[in-house]
């Protein structure tokens, strides 16, 4: 088994023709000038030690191998022989995170739903080899992101949740629940939703969701983000506020932390309910549980250690530029006993 570190330097090698195009026309134009000189038994006889055929030569084909080699080093070639399985262990997580309009309130710096992605990335980022999913919901619920172990993905999803992603107005805990709970198909391992939420629930069957996740063996965590003194919700135009959300009876919408909902649905299920305001404090929790929890094999992979060989081709080169440097453009003693260019 092999492979290559950086083979983008294989672009480098276009500089080997360059240099043969080069030597060539050094060697062609060499030859007019000499022609235009003199003739050869003349020229012998000013510089008898010049070697005009195979040293030249010679010198320029240890340059292009000398190139190859430092080319092929950069590149890294890597072989490897051993194969390992190595066994990954850990918690199927699954993320439902609230979008509903209520969550652009600023009762918490800098949104609730602001809030909620900065708690999920940081979370994620405490993760070591569990896996992980992420649901979104509001008036309904839909899948983002199945179960995968591709942390920078799964933040660049939560990165890019907003409130215009559910056209159904209201929050719909129990099937964000339901959905979540689809991610889990696998039943021997440990299994955990995460669900950031300001409690607000305008939908039913809450009871018949939390029974279903108690079933399945999904203990759920619930993070309220929001204040019980609420918010109102900002309408907003290029960045600027311009009003606040109003009821059909013009009046001014102010939304609350509803934690008791979350409460129910985190001591139902085994979980636990974190407030949301203080960041340490929420990833401290949440640390606390996972470690509880036992931690499942859910993936084995066969892995190639590579090995970088790139140290062979720089010694290559080294030693050719050593060869280099005793090869001279001229006839040297030892050349001249073995006559090894056959130059009278």
């Known amino acids: 088994m092999w492979g290559l570190d950086t083979p983008f330097y294989f672009y480098l090698l276009l500089l080997i023709p360059i240099l043969i195009a080069v030597y060539l026309w050094n060697t062609i134009w060499k030859k007019k000038k000499i022609a235009e000189f003199g003739s050869g038994n003349y020229l012998k006889r000013l510089a008898p030690e010049?070697?005009?055929?195979?040293?030249?030569?010679?010198?320029?084909?240890?340059?292009?191998?000398?190139?190859?080699?430092?080319?092929?080093?950069?590149?890294?070639?890597?072989?490897?022989?051993?194969i390992e399985t190595v066994k990954r262990q850990g918690v199927d997580i699954v993320f439902a995170i609230d979008v509903s309009k209520s969550m652009l309130a600023e009762d918490i710096a800098p949104s609730r739903l602001g809030k909620s992605k900065q708690l999920a990335s940081q979370i994620i980022n405490n993760l070591a080899s569990d896996r992980i999913g992420i649901v979104g919901y509001a008036g309904s619920a839909f899948p983002m992101l199945p179960i995968t172990t591709d942390y920078s993905m799964a933040k660049m999803y939560i990165q890019d949740m907003h409130t215009d992603m559910v056209s159904s107005m209201g929050t719909a805990l129990r099937e964000a629940i339901e959905v979540g709970s689809n991610y889990f198909d696998d039943p021997k391992t440990s299994k955990v939703m995460i669900l950031i939420s300001d409690g607000e629930d305008h939908g039913e069957g809450i009871s018949d969701a939390i029974a279903m996740a108690k079933d399945k063996g999904i203990k759920i965590i619930t993070i309220g983000v929001g204040t019980p003194d609420g918010g109102q919700i900002p309408i907003k135009q290029n960045g600027r506020t311009i009003d606040y959300k109003k009821d059909t009876d013009g009046s001014t919408v102010v939304t609350k932390l509803n934690d008791a909902t979350l409460k129910e649905i985190a001591k139902s299920t085994g979980g636990v309910f974190i407030y949301g305001s203080k960041t340490d404090e929420v990833l401290q929790l949440v640390d606390q549980t996972l470690q509880k929890i036992e931690k499942t094999d859910f993936e084995s992979q066969q892995i190639a250690d590579f090995q970088s060989q790139f140290q062979w081709f720089v010694g290559l080169a080294l030693l050719l530029l050593i060869i280099d440097s005793l090869v001279l453009e001229r006839r040297t003693a030892w050349a001249k006993k073995i006559n090894l260019f056959n130059e009278k």
């Open 50 to 82: 010049a070697s005009t055929t195979s040293k030249p030569l010679i010198k320029m084909v240890l340059l292009a191998v000398m190139v190859f080699a430092l080319i092929i080093a950069l590149v890294n070639p890597k072989f490897g022989t051993r």
